[in-house]
Structure formats: structure tokens, C-alpha cells
């Protein structure tokens, strides 16, 4: 089954930069209405950012002026820049995302990349 794959995640200061990438595990497969969520330790699975199927942007509070979500459809990749990055964005981050392919469409989840803010 075609899965969604992350990269990009890791160990970084407070006030730090990651980007985070997204893409199908086969590279012939396309995505679209990519969103990006998270999970802290002890908590529920947040949405962060998402790109709606019409092309707009949707943000959680908490990282509005700090994270832009992205797509590249020459590379089938979508990408989470954070920047200013705090210890409360700790977590698992996941892409989930509508795989295309041959007329068939259907959601998919990565298996998630560790983010962890630390000094």
C-alpha cells in the first residue's frame, strides 16, 4: 500500500528552524489537500496546517506567523517550514494527504517524524 513518508524532523534550540517534507513512498504517485498534525506526549492528535482542495491555508492558533505550510506539485511534496520554534511544538508531527493516482483517490497518513525543542 502507498504510504506517505515525513522527513526533516529533529532535535533543535528554542527559537530554531526545521522543514518538514511529504511525500507518497512511490514518486509516480501525486498528492493533494495535504495537512500536517501533531501529537504531543499525553495528548490528542492536533491538526497544525492543511491545504484545503481549493488551495487555501489553514492554521492552528498557536503557530499562526510562525509555521507556513507548502506544496510543490512538480515534486509531489508538501512541506511544513517552522520557524521560532518553542518547546510546546515538541511532538510527533504526521502528514496525511490524498494519494492520487491512475483516477483512484484516497487518505493517507505518514508514519510520523519526532520534533523535539530543547536547549
Known amino acids: 500500500q502507498v504510504q506517505l513518508v515525513e522527513s526533516g524532523g529533529g532535535l533543535v534550540q528554542p527559537g530554531g528552524s526545521l522543514r518538514l517534507s511529504c511525500a507518497a513512498s512511490i514518486s509516480i504517485f501525486s498528492i493533494n489537500a495535504p495537512g500536517w498534525y501533531r501529537q504531543a506526549p499525553g495528548k490528542q492528535r492536533e491538526l497544525v496546517a492543511a491545504i484545503t482542495s481549493g488551495g487555501s491555508t489553514n492554521y492552528a492558533d498557536s503557530v499562526k506567523g510562525r509555521f507556513t505550510i507548502s506544496r510543490d506539485n512538480a515534486k509531489n511534496t508538501a512541506y511544513l517550514q517552522m520557524n521560532n520554534l518553542k518547546p510546546d511544538d515538541t511532538a510527533v508531527y504526521y502528514c496525511?494527504?490524498?494519494?492520487?493516482?491512475?483516477?483512484?483517490?484516497?487518505?493517507?497518513w505518514g508514519q510520523g517524524t519526532q520534533v523535539t525543542v530543547s536547549s
Open positions: 496525511k494527504a490524498k494519494v492520487q493516482w491512475n483516477g483512484s483517490s484516497w487518505d493517507s
